[in-house]
């Protein structure tokens, strides 16, 4: 990643993830409310072994009980595009095999469910299900919040790993720019502001696995967690913060730190 010229701080783009541990959409701005993620992120998942997620009383499972990229990687062969107000999800895979299926209809969650045990026979514990409920998120964490990256951080990490590392390792919302490498280490239970919106960082985000695939090669090729563990004593890259007061946020926005 090459190394900016001093800049103010501010966002340098905005993603979400539609289906969770599939492929991530950027988008130029987003509506952010309080206690609640980006809309639309993680709002499907393909539910791996067993039919546990109630959608009409929905609740925190974690990721392992999902397909996801900590153990899939070959998930990040899929290329998707997901309309989210008609919850119409385009897919297609390297073989050009694609699929587009409304997830709202049983017919079209049930095309996905084929598409995928069919792709990744050896991954799936019978037949994957398609899962979704209103206003649920399928987070890796049980509170909503968004999850940031502060690009200088990853440049220092590249710097001293002699690696390159995509950005979108890390599959985040929120890539910040123009601030020193690892400040938001000391951002905890303080408050950040993003053009209009205030936010409240809450958790530093411990890597899994799921950062040593490629997002382009959908290669397991380098060891993340263990680049930080051997090179700084820990796996923390990027921070979690819960919204504060709504407001829709864009791409460019200055960034205020705490302090």
Same mark, same amino acid.
């Given at each position: ?7 103010a ?6 993603y ?18 309080p ?9 499907y @998942? +393909? ?7 109630? %959608?009409v =009383?929905p !609740?925190?499972? /974690?990721?392992?009980? $999902? ?5 899939h990687?070959r998930?990040?062969?899929?290329h ?7 919850h ?9 095999i694609?699929l587009?299926a409304n ?7 049930? @095309? +996905?469910e084929?598409f995928?045990q069919?792709f990744? %026979?050896? =991954?799936? !514990?019978?037949? /994957?299900r398609?899962v $979704? ?10 509170m909503?919040c ?10 220092e ?9 995509h ?18 280490m ?12 205030t936010?409240?960082i809450?958790?530093t ?7 040593q695939v ?11 967690p263990r ?5 700084y004593?820990h ?6 913060a819960?919204?504060v007061s709504?407001g829709?946020?864009?791409q ?8």
């Amino acid at each position: 990643m090459p190394e900016p010229q001093h800049i103010a701080p501010h966002l340098h783009a905005l993603y979400r993830y539609p289906i969770k541990g599939l492929s991530p959409e950027r988008l130029n701005e987003a509506l952010l409310s309080p206690g609640d993620v980006i809309a639309g992120d993680r709002a499907y @998942a +393909l539910e791996n072994g067993g039919a546990d997620f109630d %959608p009409v =009383s929905p !609740r925190y499972f /974690p990721k392992t009980k $999902f397909l996801m990229l900590m153990k899939h990687e070959r998930l990040a062969r899929l290329h998707t595009e997901f309309d989210s107000p008609a919850h119409i999800l385009k897919v297609s895979a390297p073989n050009g095999i694609s699929l587009e299926a409304n997830l709202s209809l049983p017919e079209g969650r049930a @095309a +996905l469910e084929t598409f995928i045990q069919e792709f990744m %026979p050896q =991954s799936v !514990r019978g037949r /994957p299900r398609v899962v $979704f409920a209103q206003g649920h998120s399928f987070s890796d964490v049980a509170m909503k919040c968004v999850s940031i990256i502060n690009l200088a951080s990853l440049r220092e990490l590249e710097r001293r790993a002699k690696q390159t590392l995509h950005p979108l390792r890390f599959r985040a919302n929120l890539y910040l720019e123009g601030l020193e490498p690892w400040a938001e280490m000391d951002w905890l239970d303080q408050n950040l502001k993003i053009g209009p919106v205030t936010l409240q960082i809450v958790k530093t985000t411990v890597r899994c696995p799921a950062t040593q695939v490629d997002p382009e090669t959908a290669e397991r090729n380098i060891d993340v967690p263990r680049l930080l563990r051997e090179l700084y004593g820990h796996q923390i890259l990027g921070v979690y913060a819960r919204v504060v007061s709504r407001g829709t946020i864009a791409q460019g926005d200055a960034v205020l730190p705490p302090g």
